[in-house]
């Protein structure tokens, strides 16, 4: 196979982009182990006392990820984040106004390797959220093990990160206020497993949750369907029955969380890697659907909603393909 180099006379932008690009690959795959050994260090180089003084602020703050997190503005419009942004391009499209009165619970889809577009869209202001969306407030719930890591849960927390268990996510959408948005990726780390280019499954038959928990809370739901996402790594084959798949699967059901074996380019040459291809990615926000509360919902009227939630997401891609390079022919198909 033939090596295709970077060229050497790239703009400075382009670079910086790849900087930051790489800067979010390893913040994703690699900080958290760094951040423990930091931890650790510090205590058998005879630093315990810091380690001390951390751990009795760990315990102090311990819920805080399950309590709205602790969001730092001045991190979030960072500029490396429009850097980041700019190398796919991330684009965040809406497709009606959202009135700040209520709470939402935006439902992502799909998945994808690592949720680029989830976390460009909600975790950053570069694609002017707040101008989109003014007086909302978004929060990405992701896996409750990410707050457990010395300092890399304060560093995450800084861009508008929560945990996605239960509580946490009442938290949100329960304030009286309004103008709160929960940004669940129904998925999980089940369907990260599907993700590579041309893939349209999502896992969202059996997800219904987050219906209790949006009818519980009256919360408004909101589908968001992110194009480009599943077209920005490959991934070792692993069908359904392979030993690589049954690996990957009691993997995630033991950690909660699940290890794709991803691909695509590297920094200086474009055939091997772990950064993502450029590869625009458009995340289009839906509709809301009004949900009125109800403490106590019925089965049957869960299953009433999840109903109405999957066809008006598959309105919502359906309606948008064409201009996102899909072809006419090619469907949703939910499992």
Known sequence: MKIEFAPINIPFKRRMQTFAVLKWIFTFLFLGQCCLAVFVFLIVAGYWYIAAIYTVWLYLDWETPNHGGRRSEWVRNWTIWNYFCDYFPIHLKKTTALDPKFNYLFGFHPHGVLVAGA????????????KLFPDLTPYLCVLPYWFKIPFYRDYVMCGGLVSSV?????????????????????????????????????????????????????????????????????QVNNPKGSSLRTIQERFQKIMGFTLPLFH?????????????????????????????????????????????????????????????????TDHLCFS
């Open 166 to 234: 239960k509580n946490s996510v009442s938290h949100i959408l329960s304030r009286e206020e309004g103008g709160n948005v929960a940004v669940i990726v129904i998925g999980g780390a089940e369907e990260s497993l599907d993700a590579r280019p041309g893939a349209l499954t999502l896992r969202a038959l059996n997800r219904k949750g987050f219906i209790k928990l949006a009818t519980k809370c009256g919360a408004h739901l909101v589908p968001v369907f992110s194009f480009g996402e599943n077209e920005l790594f490959n």
């Open 264 to 328: 695509a380019r590297g920094v200086f040459q474009y055939n091997f890697g772990l950064l993502p291809f450029r590869k625009p990615i458009y995340t289009i926000v839906g509709k809301p659907i009004v949900v009125e509360q109800n403490h106590a919902p019925s089965n049957q009227e869960i299953e009433a909603l999840h109903n109405k939630y999957i066809v008006a997401l598959n309105e919502l891609f359906e309606d948008n393909k064409a201009q996102y390079g899909i072809p006419e």
């Open 119 to 130: 976390f460009g869209n909600f975790c950053t202001e570069s694609t002017n959220f707040r």
